[in-house]
Nanobody
Framework: QVQLVESGGGLVQAGGSLRLSCVASGRTFSNYAMGWFRQAPGKEREFVASIRWSGKYYTDSVKGRFTISRENAKNTVWLQMNSLKPEDTAIYYC???????????????WGQGTQVTVSS
């Protein structure tokens, strides 16, 4: 049984930082790509970043501000978010799959999400 548990969300002022964590269990973590997605109120869920042995990918709106990283020994992936903007407000989801990149279909397993709210 795969479980992904996110943490680290919260309320922060514009320009601030947060670090999201996602701990995975139930699969050999190093074999999988990990991704972060987000869903803002009234909008569809969108890709934020992914990481695999082959590289890291980011959506354009977060390039230079967000950094995805992982440590296989800890079954953990992080999303460091700097210079946060009100438009970054969303529920952030961790996902695990055999393929990386933007398509949600690449990810078979999803966490429950963590709320990030950026005030102006």
């Amino acid at each position: 049984q795969v479980q992904l548990v996110e943490s680290g969300g919260g309320l922060v002022q514009a320009g601030g930082s947060l670090r999201l964590s996602c701990v995975a269990s139930g699969r050999t973590f190093s074999n999988y790509a990990m991704g972060w997605f987000r869903q803002a109120p009234g909008k569809e869920r969108e890709f934020v970043a992914s990481i695999r042995w082959s590289g890291k990918y980011y959506t354009d709106s977060v390039k230079g501000r967000f950094t995805i990283s992982r440590e296989n020994a800890k079954n953990t992936v992080w999303l460091q978010m700097n210079s946060l903007k009100p438009e970054d407000t969303a529920i952030y989801y961790c996902a695990m799959g055999l393929l990386d990149g933007r398509p949600e279909a690449n990810y078979a397993y999803w966490g429950q999400g963590t709320q990030v709210t950026v005030s102006s």
